[in-house]
């Protein structure tokens, strides 16, 4: 006999370990990361609808979910194991739009409270109303639990009629898929004409893989071929591992069509009586909520690691991605700096300037040129850096997340904040200048804004600067020009290691935010571990 393990310790593993994974994040559009978003969301509503609130509760009604895709005559079989219309269903496809849960009187504070399905609005009605009238001005009728009671259930049993598993509307498909999770027996119903189909496969090859308590229902089958079809879904359901689950069928009745009405009682007696077997016999009730507790705590064993698994690509490509960021910035930041030192911002308009200085051209021309000239290297650095990163990405399937995609905007772009940044660094030099002229003697004292253009240049000429140097030294001293070289040189490798590396992490940025980190990986890891010590 498969008991139910509820120890406080077993309680606190489940609650840290489900605290890991809706830490886990999946932001990269890698091949497998759809399916770990979708596992880990399963495993979350797993784990907050039905193991822990059952493992906290485990005397709690048994909740038998309905569920299978359109047109099934999921409805129309709740309605008629309660023995009057509990759950709306009609011609519309999608049928169900609200799921609809009915429990015996005396169950119904088990869930009108938040212990099962904590996200979704729970609705009361009285006979005769229907869902619509009940809802909210603008309320989602997908994310409404419509709660119903009769004495015609048995206590200690809730049946819950879902929405179809392949609707055409998503958010029905997401709670189909969610309420199935929160199940302690699942009611899987198909039809004579789609039993084949691959969506009630899905669901129960999940359920196999889960193993959780199991019953399949064959409905709509034609008096004429039930003996075959029935043979032929038999068979089906051997094949793939399924043979032992019971399985029972409904004829296709008058009352079936368009789901108009209450199938016979003799229609679904046997199903009845199994479900009641189920609530009112101890051992039968244990073993069935053991064996779908025990089964999705054992699912973590291969479940956990997947999540693992994926995380730790997640984080892999987050690396692949800023690699190349720090590889092409590290190049072109060795580039500016050799560049600066073979004085290539000494050229073109700002060599003309210097050549016509101090005759034809001011201190603040030539500073003026020389700062457009400094800015346009950085800009040009930055750029090619950007677009060997560009070509690395390219690379790369994780690089085509939306986030990763977006650039700057006009008013915001990388010219504006290089402009910016060497306007910076330009009058803090003129600071200096102002600091080196206010030692000499005010009879002789140059003008700062010259100093200022002659350090400058002295910077940034290389070899052709040499002469600027001479100058500078002429007007306020040999030990005097040397400092504030000396000084002006550590702030020029200030202010381009900051332009640069503000760059750096501008196109760092979106990644960043996507928050891929290690840990998850070891975190998903290491909560699987302790669970497994408390079993």
């Known amino acids: 006999m498969v008991t139910l393990d509820v120890r406080p310790q077993l309680l606190d593993a489940l609650s840290a370990l489900r605290e890991r994974v809706a830490a886990a994040r999946f932001p990269l559009p890698l091949a497998g990361a759809p399916r770990a978003r979708a596992n880990r969301d399963e495993l979350l509503a797993q784990l907050d609808d039905y193991l822990v609130p059952r493992l906290r509760d485990p005397?709690?009604?048994?909740?038998?979910?309905?569920?299978?895709?359109?047109?099934?005559?999921?409805?129309?079989?709740?309605?008629?194991?309660?023995?009057?219309?509990?759950?709306?269903?009609?011609?519309?496809?999608?049928?169900?739009?609200?799921?609809?849960?009915?429990?015996h009187p005396e169950d119904h504070h088990w869930f009108s409270g938040m212990r099962v399905l904590p996200d979704l609005t729970r609705v009361w009605a009285h006979r005769h109303e229907t869902t619509d009238d009940l809802l909210l001005p603008g309320e989602n009728p997908a994310r409404v639990l419509r709660i119903e009671t009769a004495d015609t259930v048995p206590p200690g049993l809730a049946l819950l009629d879902a929405p179809d598993v392949d609707s055409l509307v998503s958010d029905n498909r997401v709670l189909a898929a969610e309420l199935i999770c929160a199940a302690d027996i699942w009611i899987m119903v198909t039809t004579a004409a789609r039993y084949a189909d691959a969506v009630p496969w899905h669901m129960l090859r999940t359920a196999k893989e889960y193993d959780v308590t199991l019953v399949t229902v064959l409905d709509r089958v034609p008096h004429q071929v039930i003996g075959e079809v029935s043979r032929q879904y038999g068979a089906l359901l051997t094949k793939a591992g399924l043979g032992q689950v019971p399985r029972f069928t409904v004829p296709e009745l008058p009352e079936s069509a368009w789901g108009g009405g209450l199938l016979p009682a003799t229609a679904v007696a046997a199903l009845r009586t199994w479900l009641v077997h189920q609530t009112q016999d101890p051992a039968a009730r244990q073993?069935?909520?053991?064996?779908?507790?025990?089964?999705?705590?054992?699912?973590?064993?291969?479940?956990?690691?997947?999540?693992?698994?994926?995380?730790?690509?997640?984080?892999?490509?987050?690396?692949?991605?800023?690699?190349?960021?720090?590889?092409?910035?590290?190049?072109?930041?060795?580039?500016?700096?050799?560049?600066?030192?073979?004085?290539?911002?000494?050229?073109?308009?700002?060599?003309?300037?210097?050549?016509?200085?101090?005759?034809?051209c001011t201190p603040g021309e030539l500073l003026d040129t020389l700062v457009e000239s400094l800015a346009e290297l950085l800009l040009c650095a930055v750029t090619a850096a950007d677009e060997r990163v560009d070509e690395a990405w390219r690379r790369e399937p994780a690089a085509a997340a939306p986030e990763l995609t977006a650039r700057d905007t006009a008013g915001n772009d990388a010219e504006h904040r290089i402009g910016l940044a060497v306007r910076r660094w330009r009058r803090e030099l003129e600071e200096y200048a102002e600091d080196e002229v206010r030692e000499l003697d005010r009879s002789v004292a140059p003008d700062p804004?010259?100093?200022?253009?002659?350090?400058?240049?002295?910077?940034?000429?290389?070899?052709?600067?040499?002469?600027a140097g001479e100058r500078l030294a002429e007007r306020i001293g040999a030990h005097g020009a040397l400092r504030l070289r000396d000084r002006g040189g550590r702030l020029l490798v200030e202010h381009v290691d900051r332009i640069l590396h503000t760059e750096r992490e501008r196109r760092l940025a979106p990644l960043d935010a996507l928050e891929v980190h290690p840990e998850p990986q070891a975190e998903l890891i290491a909560a699987l571990s302790v669970l497994q010590k408390e079993r």
């Open 287 to 360: 073993h069935a909520v053991a064996r779908t507790a025990q089964g999705i705590l054992d699912s973590l064993n291969t479940r956990l690691p997947e999540l693992a698994g994926a995380a730790a690509a997640q984080h892999a490509a987050a690396l692949r991605l800023t690699s190349a960021v720090d590889t092409a910035y590290d190049r072109e930041h060795t580039r500016v700096r050799g560049r600066l030192q073979a004085g290539a911002v000494l050229a073109g308009d700002a060599l003309k300037r210097w050549r016509a200085f101090p005759l034809d």
């Open 59 to 103: 005397q709690a009604p048994l909740l038998a979910v309905v569920g299978g895709s359109t047109g099934a005559g999921k409805s129309t079989l709740v309605n008629s194991l309660v023995g009057r219309r509990v759950s709306e269903a009609g011609v519309l496809r999608p049928t169900t739009r609200t799921p609809v849960l009915v429990c």
């Open 449 to 467: 804004e010259l100093v200022a253009a002659l350090v400058a240049t002295v910077l940034l000429g290389g070899r052709r600067g040499r002469a």
